[in-house]
């Protein structure tokens, strides 16, 4: 069973930065693909970000292309959303996910089986 701890969620102005974080425990990091969801107060979840197990192959979705960049430390077990040029439409609860597969390359943007329970990024205008 794996789990996933995210941190680093708060309160920013619109223009500035934020720094997630992702904990995993229960599998090496390693063996996990992993994304970066997120749903806004009375709207659907998302897809944010996705990353390979090794690392080389990201994927965002339109709305947070060259603002957002997703990393993964795999020896520390930790996945990253580092978020700039924040706007109020990113405020939402974000959450980390995360799928085993036997891909050292691809990446997924659904399906995924582990979540976490979230943390919450309000961009005040």
């Known amino acids: 069973q794996v789990q996933l701890v995210e941190s680093g969620g708060g309160l920013v102005q619109a223009g500035g930065s934020l720094g997630l974080s992702c904990s995993a425990s229960?599998?090496?990091?390693?063996?996990?693909?992993m994304d970066w969801f997120r749903q806004a107060p009375g709207k659907e979840r998302e897809f944010v970000a996705a990353?390979?197990?090794?690392?080389?192959?990201?994927f965002y979705a339109e709305s947070v292309k060259g603002r957002f960049t997703i990393s993964r430390d795999n020896n520390k077990n930790v996945v990253y959303l580092e978020m700039n040029s924040l706007k109020p439409e990113d405020t939402a609860v974000y959450y980390c996910?995360?799928?085993?597969?036997?891909?050292?390359?691809?990446?997924?943007?659904?399906?995924?089986?582990?979540w976490g329970k979230g943390t919450l990024v309000t961009v005040s205008s």
């Open positions: 990353i390979s197990r090794n690392g080389q192959t990201a």
């Open positions: 229960g599998r090496t990091l390693s063996d996990l693909a």
């Open positions: 996910a995360a799928k085993i597969t036997s891909s050292s390359e691809n990446y997924y943007i659904d399906n995924m089986r582990y």
